[in-house]
Structure formats: C-alpha cells, structure tokens
C-alpha cells in the first residue's frame, strides 16, 4: 500500500494551494480518506497528528474540522485513486506537515509521508 502526497509549498496568508494524495495497493472506493496536519514543534507520533477533513466511501459526505471549515475543502476522486485537499486563504497557523490516512474496511490504517505547507509573509 502507498500513500503518496504533493503540493505543499509556502505561500501567503490569503493564498491557496491544493494537496493531492495518490493512492495504489488499496480498495480505495471502499476506504475512509482523510487529511491530518502535524504544526512544528510536535512529535513524529501519529497520535499527535490533528484532523483536518475526511471524505466517506460510497457517500457524498464530508467532515472538516471547525478550524478549517469554510476554508478547506476534501475531494476525492475514486476513478483516479486520489484524494485531494483544498485550501483557500490560508493562515500562518495553517502550518503544518499535512499527512494523507485511508482507513480501509477491514480497519486498517495507512499513512503517507507527509507534505510541508508553510504559511509565511
């Protein structure tokens, strides 16, 4: 199973980027995909990790945490095996190593490695 995520970068407050995370060895159709942020500073732990957006399976549904909705939003696109977050004015408080998780059917858990956002004037 691989969890690969892009589209990090540095930008400023106000600005948007949008996080892909590409997925293969999974029945991602059928897996719970979500997006966790870690801010500087914080362990390398996963418990550590703070949710940020989940998209459901076989639902149209989404959750996003209150401290990024209305900014954020998850998409996922199961023909293509991805899942995206996009995120509109961001804030300083925004930064964070952003981290891609499915959670499978079976109640597996996978991670990807990570991608730095950095929000900086």
């Known amino acids: 199973v691989r969890l690969v995520e892009s589209g990090g970068g540095v930008v400023q407050p106000g600005g948007s980027l949008t996080l892909s995370c590409v997925t293969s060895?999974?029945?991602?159709?059928?897996?719970?995909m979500s997006w966790y942020r870690q801010a500087p500073g914080k362990g390398g732990d996963p418990i550590e990790r703070?949710?940020?957006?989940?998209?459901?399976?076989?639902?149209?549904?989404?959750n996003v945490a209150d401290s990024v909705k209305g900014r954020f939003t998850i998409a996922r696109d199961n023909a293509k095996n991805t899942v995206y977050l996009i995120m509109d004015n961001l804030k300083p408080e925004d930064t964070a190593e952003y981290y891609c998780?499915?959670?499978?059917?079976?109640?597996?858990?996978?991670w990807g490695q990570g991608t730095q956002v950095t929000v900086s004037s």
């Open positions: 703070d949710f940020v957006a989940a998209a459901f399976s076989r639902t149209p549904e989404t």
């Open positions: 060895g999974l029945s991602f159709s059928t897996s719970v």
């Open positions: 998780n499915a959670q499978t059917s079976g109640d597996y858990d996978f």
